[in-house]
Structures are given as structure tokens and as C-alpha cells.
């Protein structure tokens, strides 16, 4: 049985130089900057070879939209706290798939909403931060995507 690929979410001071370049030379590409991965490697200072090795490897976070991502939160058990989490995704063209939770303890609930990222009007980043700005939101993560 073939090996199942593990991803992360890293902070980018923490990956190393090579994987930084080599999402500079696909971003030169996608933008034209560079017509060529020879000319584009050769601006960021890595080998063509470099590029290929890790290419299918790195990919910057905001590049995650259009896949199904699964959020999770922990909330304040609260009235009213769901509704505006879900209205933040509808106002924002995300389509919720899949709704899960815990019974509330000690006041607070565990939340996990399954969503196709595709129709998004905003970066991940920026939502991310809508949901953890809602009143009752004590945490707002990507647990999987």
C-alpha cells in the first residue's frame, strides 16, 4: 500500500530557504515575471533542479482556495454564535459541506465546519481572521485542507 502524504501548515520563518525560493519561482511563472523556470530560478538564486525537486512540495496558503478545507473552532456556548459564523462563509462565497459538534462543557463547544473554498472572495488569511473577530469565537484554526 502506497505512503498517504502528510501536510503541514508552517510559518514561513520556519521552512527553510530553498522551499521560500522555490515558491518565488512559481509565483514568477504564474505572474509572467519569468517565461522560463531557468530565467526564474536563476532571480531567486536556486538551481532549476532545486525548483523540480520541491515544486510539487510548497505552496503558499492563500493558494489553498478552491479545495475543501475543514475549519475548527472552539466556542463560548452562546446563542447566536453559529449563526454568525455561518454568515461570515455565505457572505464570502464559501459552501458549507458538513457541520459537526460537541455537546457544550464548562461553557464552551467544539466546532467543525467542512467547506468548498472555491467561491471565495477572499483570502484564507482574511477569513480566518473574520471568525475569530465574531464575539463568542475563542478559536478559529484550518484543520485540514
Do not use: W
Amino acid at each position: 500500500m502506497a505512503d498517504k502524504h502528510k501536510f503541514y501548515i508552517v510559518e514561513a520563518s520556519a521552512l527553510p530557504e530553498v522551499f521560500l525560493k522555490v515558491a518565488e519561482v512559481k509565483r514568477l511563472l504564474s505572474t509572467g515575471e519569468a517565461a522560463t523556470v531557468n530565467d526564474a530560478a536563476r532571480m531567486v538564486g536556486i538551481s532549476r533542479s532545486a525548483f523540480y525537486k520541491y515544486r510539487d512540495a510548497i505552496m503558499p496558503f492563500q493558494n489553498m482556495t478552491g479545495r475543501v478545507i475543514t475549519f475548527q473552532f472552539l466556542l463560548q456556548d452562546q446563542q447566536g454564535v453559529l449563526s454568525l459564523i455561518l454568515k461570515i462563509f455565505a457572505e464570502n462565497g464559501a459552501n458549507i459541506q458538513t457541520i459537526n459538534s460537541v455537546s457544550p462543557s464548562n461553557g464552551c463547544a467544539f466546532l467543525t465546519i467542512t467547506a468548498e473554498t472555491a467561491g471565495l472572495t477572499l483570502s484564507l488569511e482574511e477569513l480566518l481572521h473574520r471568525l475569530e473577530g465574531i464575539p463568542g469565537v475563542i478559536r478559529a484554526e484550518i484543520l485540514a485542507g
